[in-house]
């Protein structure tokens, strides 16, 4: 749902609540009128916690996307001094070239591979890496790399279930109170029929307002020629 969709729709289920707060003796608990307007009752707050819950959902995805960035960044930076190093290496040892190629811009499952057989191939030869003055801990430096990028992607996906799942509950529980409003709307006239101030008052709450229209810019108006300069000829 559209967050100006749910906003206006909220602003109409809240005015909907207040004026039978305000009436509510005119529609008695069990009539049918007043089964909706409890129900909007009830739905009303439960409204307000699923906003409340995508709208956190929103700030820790941010944080989680911010979080994964800065994983992945961390695990090139550990994998960048192996393929450097691999590279010297090479100059006498051909051969291990080909299992220490840096990956381009490439997506996180791919980057994690990679780094993955760089773990593995590198364990295996960690004394020579070491001898070429890599830091001794550097198979856990990029260790601990990949965990924290997979830790990231985790959590990533988590918090954007939350969020689809808060999501989803705000729609459902705002369809069943537009549903609600929407039968208000033709049984509250058969309460109000003879007063008409009260009925003009429900019309204005159970409205849904537009969505605002944004306005075009004006064109520029065409250049004013009375204030142009006029030629000036040459004899």
């Known amino acids: 749902m559209k967050k100006s969709l749910f906003n206006r729709q909220f602003e109409t289920v809240l005015r ?4 039978h707060r305000k009436y509510a003796d005119l529609f008695p608990p069990e009539t049918m009128c007043g ?6 009752e009830t739905l009303t707050p439960q409204l307000s916690k699923f906003a409340g819950s995508e709208f956190a959902s929103d700030g820790l995805i941010k944080s ?44 996180d499952l791919v980057l994690l ?18 001898a ?16 924290r990028l997979q830790a990231a992607i985790s959590t990533k ?13 705000m729609r459902q529980t705002m369809d069943q109170a537009m ?3 929407y039968r208000l709307a033709g049984l509250v006239p058969n309460k109000l029929a003879r007063n008409s101030p009260l009925l003009a008052e429900w019309e ?10 944004s306005k075009a810019p004006e064109p520029n108006p065409p250049p004013d020629k009375s204030t142009q300069a006029s030629p000036v000829s040459v004899a």
């Open 132 to 147: 070429n003055d890599l830091s001794p801990d550097f198979v856990e430096q990029l260790k601990a790399a990949i965990d």
């Open 64 to 107: 989680a996307v911010t979080e994964k960035a800065q994983a992945r960044q961390v695990l090139r930076t550990c994998m960048e001094p192996i393929y450097r190093t691999a590279r010297v290496i090479a100059r006498h040892e051909p051969a291990i070239l080909g299992q220490f190629e840096m990956p381009g811009l490439v997506g």
């Open 35 to 40: 089964k909706l307007f409890d129900l909007i």
């Open 157 to 169: 996906d988590a918090k954007k279930g939350q969020r689809k799942n808060a999501s989803k509950s």
């Open 179 to 181: 549903d609600a409003v």
């Open 16 to 19: 909907v609540r207040g004026y």
């Open 204 to 213: 204005i709450a159970r409205r849904v307002h537009s969505a605002p229209v």
């Open 113 to 130: 591979k990679t780094a993955q057989g760089f773990l593995e191939n590198a364990e295996s030869m960690k004394d020579v890496f070491v």
